[in-house]
C-alpha cells in the first residue's frame, strides 16, 4: 500500500517570505517515485519536479527547492521569496509498486498576500 | 496547443443518466490516466491505460464505471446511472513514458454535477 500526507492543509504567508510545504510518505518498496504538482485556481495540475527513490540529492530551480530524505519519508518543497502568483494547490505523489497507480496527497492550499 | 484536451468542460446530469467524458491526450504519449477530484481532495486514481490496453481499472469506484481507449489515442470515461456521489471533476492525465513513472500532463477536467 502507499500513502502520503500533507498535513499543512492551508497556509498563509505575506509575499517574499519563505514557505515550506510537507509531504511525507508511505511505501514498502525500496523503488519509487515522488512528484510535486501545482493547481492552480484556474483548475489544471501542472507537474513540477519528479524524483526517484535512489536520487537522494536535494534540488534547487529558482525560487522552488526540494528536500527528499528517505530517512525520515519526506520530500519536502520550499519556495523562497513567494510571490501572490506561487498562490495554488500544491500536491505530493508517490507510485511504487506496479508502477500504474498514482497516489495523491490531499493537497497544500497556499495563500500568499501581498 | 498541443495540450490534452477534455470535453465536455461542465456537465449535469440528472440522477440515473449516463453520461460520457472525453479525453483527447497528447499526439504520442503512451499512457494515459484517468483521475477523480472531489471539492478539497486530492485526485483519486481511477484506471490507467498503456496504449489501448487498461491495465489498471482497481479505482473505478463501481461497476457503473467504464473507460475505453480504442484506439490508443483518445479515451473515454462513461458512467451509467450517475449518482450524486458521482459529482467531481474528472481529470484525464497523459504521459510520454510507460506507467505512472513519469511526469503527466493533466487536462483541464470535466466538471460532473448530478442533480
Known amino acids: 500500500a502507499q500513502k502520503v500526507t500533507q498535513a499543512q492543509t492551508e497556509i498563509s504567508v505575506v509575499e517574499k517570505e519563505d514557505v515550506t510545504l510537507d509531504c511525507v510518505y508511505e511505501?514498502?518498496?525500496?523503488?519509487?517515485?515522488l512528484f510535486w504538482y501545482k493547481q492552480p485556481p484556474s483548475g489544471e495540475l501542472v507537474f513540477l519536479i519528479r524524483?526517484?527513490?535512489?536520487?537522494?540529492q536535494n534540488e534547487i530551480s529558482g525560487r522552488y527547492s526540494w528536500n527528499f530524505q528517505k530517512s525520515t519519508s519526506s520530500f519536502n518543497f520550499t519556495i523562497t521569496a513567494s510571490q501572490v502568483v506561487d498562490s495554488a494547490v500544491y500536491f505530493c505523489?508517490?507510485?511504487?509498486?506496479?508502477?500504474?497507480?498514482?497516489?495523491f496527497g490531499i493537497g497544500t492550499k497556499l495563500q500568499v498576500i501581498p | 496547443g498541443a495540450g490534452v484536451s477534455q470535453s465536455p468542460r461542465y456537465k449535469v446530469a440528472k440522477r440515473g443518466q449516463d453520461v460520457a467524458l472525453r479525453c483527447d491526450p497528447i499526439?504520442?504519449?503512451?499512457?494515459l490516466f484517468w483521475y477523480q477530484q472531489a471539492l478539497g481532495q486530492g485526485p483519486e486514481f481511477l484506471t490507467y491505460?498503456?496504449?489501448?490496453?487498461?491495465?489498471?481499472k482497481s479505482g473505478l469506484p463501481s461497476d457503473r464505471f467504464f473507460a475505453e481507449r480504442p484506439e490508443g489515442s483518445v479515451s473515454t470515461l462513461k458512467i451509467q446511472r450517475t449518482q450524486q456521489e458521482d459529482s467531481a471533476v474528472y481529470l484525464c492525465?497523459?504521459?510520454?513514458?510507460?506507467?505512472?513513472?513519469?511526469?503527466?500532463?493533466f487536462g483541464p477536467g470535466t466538471r460532473l454535477t448530478v442533480t
Open positions: 505523489a508517490l507510485v511504487s509498486g506496479g508502477y500504474q497507480k498514482v497516489t
Open positions: 492525465a497523459s504521459s510520454l513514458g510507460d506507467r505512472g513513472r513519469y511526469e503527466q500532463y
Open positions: 499526439s504520442g504519449h503512451v499512457s
Open positions: 524524483r526517484n527513490s535512489f536520487d537522494e
Open positions: 511505501t514498502r518498496d525500496t523503488t519509487y517515485y
Open positions: 491505460f498503456q496504449n489501448e490496453a487498461q491495465l489498471d
